[in-house]
């Protein structure tokens, strides 16, 4: 039981990450270019004391706490200060896909089991939303999936390499519509930076949101980054997701009448 508490050359078909990358960088001048472009540490607006989400107790079901239970030991990584080795952690050195605040992970087992050649993280706080995910990462027969419980930026910032990573997804960050709350969302400048210097050159970051005002404000960062260049913004009415399988709560919006937006964006 887990303890409760461009210039790129890469080509993108389906929006995953392609076998054969390459870079035109070498690995020194790359971290040279990185380091200064987007130290990462958050300004101080961002500071930790300020997090993206409240842990709710919410309820867990029995089989929910029984797959934690027995499934964790399989698809559970303890967050930790030292960065990864994913070659170890999957016994594969395969291209690798990060997915912040999974919910409760339907969408994502989808995507690792429709892509076996990659190897999915999902970092996740809600604990019953994990136990689900686990619960149908087993049914998927699933090895090329783990999941990590903690702050995803602690864990960019500590426990995943520099360029390391070939893609990730955030998708429905919780929008945080009271003003006095808009502080919490958590993509914003330093965010990005950090999220740009986790990822390898060319590889994608993909958003999606069901919130016109935050699809306002990711805009406006995006518009802002010398990281990333802009590949495709689709506004749609649920009908037409950017490599992505449908989601919970993009659901929950589209009952509402939300209109949903997709960005890829791919790191320089
Ligand atoms: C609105 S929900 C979206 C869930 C899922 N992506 C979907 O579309 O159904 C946002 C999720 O992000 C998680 N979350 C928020 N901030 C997080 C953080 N800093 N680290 C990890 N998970 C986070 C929340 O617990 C929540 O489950």
Known sequence: MPCIQSNTSIEINDGFPQSGNTTRFSRFRYNLRVARLFPPVMTSAEKRTVRSFVRRTGRMTRSQRRALDALWPTYGLEFSTEPLDFTAVFGRDSRRVLEIGFG???????????????????????????????????????????????????VLQQQIGEATLDRVNLYFPDPWPKKRHHKRRILQPGFLGLLASRLAPGGSLHIATDWAPYAEHIDGILDSSPAFELAERRAHGGDQPLDRPTTKFERRGLGKGHQIVDWRLVRI
């Open 104 to 154: 409760n992970g339907d969408s994502l087992v989808e995507q690792a089991a429709r892509h076996r050649e990659l190897d999915f993280i999902g970092v996740e706080v809600h604990w019953p939303g994990i136990g689900h995910c686990l619960i149908q990462a087993e049914r998927a027969a699933l090895d090329n999936l783990r999941v990590i419980s903690h702050d995803a930026i602690d």
